[in-house]
């Protein structure tokens, strides 16, 4: 063998020798050391607390398994040492070897603050994981322990991170921790960060400082003061907006139940108490046919309100017919004898619905494609089942216009309500007129009650809740007139919801009730009154 060969093999040798004690040296040098994980299991919260910092900032492969211990409660301490007891297993907490747990050994307790640290010492390997779920779950456990030693996890994350909320949620994350800072400028960048921010967590967080006595300096209260009425000042449009929305959302509602009575009521002159209970059927109709998908087509569960809409209002038209057919005919022009008549099928219409389905509310789940929102502001979310029944309504009232404007059915129900002699006169069956009239009144409240199982639980008294404010739509928008239906149920959801907002629901309910009875003496026919020929 030559003297090159040998030298190549020494030089080898030398070579892996020297990489192996740097790699352990780096290695040991990363460790986790006995001293270490008794420090920051015993003794004062603030010295722990302290001591995990430094670990954490170190980087410590072996710290992570630990802490997993120590928030788990199985972390006992004896003799400058911490052993991870689990039942009758006791381990070295750093070497992981087999151990005797000592006699006098103590169990580690930790306080909500520690919690929060250690908590926030695991969110921090946790912050680059692939899993979204995972890294929300660090942000919200990093969120509670925010404080200026974070900053650098913090910064490092949002960095890395792709999905926008959580980026949002990192960037009021690094503003709290920003608070907390020492240094007054730190604290006054933060504020004017959240300043810009317009969220209702960076008013939250605003306000929380603004309270802390901890806060003495001056310019910094200034800065607290500024960005608060910045924020305020934004998320005023997004409440605005939000009760806008939700009165139109309302008023569709309320459209909805009142369109079916203004035919029944408006046009025929029956006043039925049971209207409700027909919006009852229809959603319980919808109720069925979920029912019927989820346990025959399941694949296909996500459409199952396509065929709910015709489903409950056929359901609703056929039980008006045959009430109709069987009770109202006999009672045109006694009002008094049709309000009681009514009222006694409406508890019939209950007792038969609690017997068939039982007396609890039943649950209609949203398709996926009605479920979640349309994030529009920070503190404005449009719920898709909302924007999916303002949209229905439209719908179902552009299809009635039409239907009594455009139709021959609808020329019978104009000639029938406006001159009944005469249109008997030239050949029209009134009676049949009046079946068909009340049985399309009946289906619109069963597509009233599809739509609201959609917002809420079915129950025996689900239509209770909107005969009072259906009349009142009807009455106040002008006997007969669906473009008076329309404004009058539009503008009851707005005012109810924003006098919500300023007296709290039950006196807004009374507030309505005062205006529209106001209203009526002053115009007893309602906004739209017919003129005319029509009288």
Avoid at 165 to 194: D, G
């Amino acid at each position: 063998m030559s003297v090159s060969t040998h030298l190549r093999r020494a030089l080898k040798a030398t070579l892996l020798t020297l990489g192996l004690s740097f790699a352990l040296g780096a290695h040991q040098a990363h460790a986790l050391t006995a001293e270490e994980a008794y420090s920051i299991s015993a003794g004062d919260n603030d010295a722990r607390i302290a001591a995990l910092q430094k670990l954490v900032a170190k980087g410590d492969p072996a710290l992570p398994a630990f802490l997993e211990a120590l928030a788990g409660d199985t972390v006992k301490v004896a003799g400058n040492k911490a052993y991870i007891v689990n039942g009758d297993e006791v381990k070295d907490a750093v070497t992981g070897e087999p151990a005797k747990l000592p006699d006098d050994a103590e169990d580690v307790v930790n306080n909500n603050r520690m919690s929060s640290e250690i908590d926030a010492a695991l969110a921090a390997g946790k912050l680059a994981s692939k899993d979204v779920a995972e890294r929300a779950e660090a942000v919200d456990a990093l969120s509670k322990a925010a404080d200026e030693s974070k900053l650098g996890v913090i910064d490092k994350a949002l960095a890395n991170e792709t999905d926008p909320k959580l980026k949002a949620q990192l960037k009021t994350v690094r503003a709290k921790a920003m608070l907390m800072a020492q240094a007054p400028a730190t604290r006054i960048e933060a504020a004017q960060s959240l300043g810009s921010d317009a969220s209702p967590e960076a008013r939250a967080l605003l306000m929380e400082r603004m309270a802390d006595s901890a806060e003495t300096d001056a310019a910094v209260k200034g800065a607290l003061q500024a960005a608060l009425d910045k924020v305020n000042r934004k998320l005023a449009w997004g409440e605005y907006a939000g009760v806008l929305f939700t009165g139109v959302s309302l008023g569709s509602i309320l459209l909805l139940a009142a369109l079916g009575l203004a035919i029944t009521y408006g046009l025929m002159g029956v006043i039925n108490m049971a209207h409700g209970e027909l919006m009852m059927i229809g959603a319980y109709a919808t109720y069925v046919v979920q029912n019927v998908f989820r346990n025959h087509f399941p694949g296909a569960f996500d459409w199952y309100i396509v065929p709910a809409v015709p489903a409950s209002f056929l359901a609703a038209a056929l039980v008006g017919a045959v009430l109709e057919r069987g009770v109202f005919r006999f009672l045109y022009g006694r009002p008094l004898e049709t309000l009681l008549a009514s009222w006694g099928v409406s508890l019939m219409l209950m007792q038969g619905v609690r017997s068939l389905f039982g007396a609890q509310n039943v649950q209609v789940e949203n398709p996926s494609w009605m479920s979640g929102g349309f994030d529009v502001l920070t503190n404005l979310t449009l719920p898709y089942n909302r924007l999916v029944i303002i949209a229905f309504a439209a719908l179902v009232l552009l299809g009635m216009t039409l239907l009594i404007a455009k139709t021959r059915m609808g020329l019978f129900v104009r000639s029938v309500t406006q001159n009944r002699p005469m249109a008997s006169c030239m050949g029209v069956n009134t009676a049949r007129v009046d079946t068909m009239a009340f049985s399309l009144g009946a289906g619109i409240a069963g597509l009233a009650g599809c739509a609201l199982s959609q917002i809420g639980n079915v129950g025996p008294d689900l239509g209770q809740s909107y005969i009072v404010d259906s009349f009142m739509v009807v009455v106040l928008g002008g006997v007969g007139q669906i473009a008076g239906t329309v404004y009058a149920a539009l503008g009851l959801g707005l005012i109810n919801k924003f006098l919500e907002g300023w007296a709290g629901a039950v006196l807004a309910k009374i507030m309505v009730l005062v205006i529209v009875v106001i209203f009526i003496q002053k115009r007893p026919q309602g906004l739209f009154a017919m003129k005319g020929r029509e009288v």
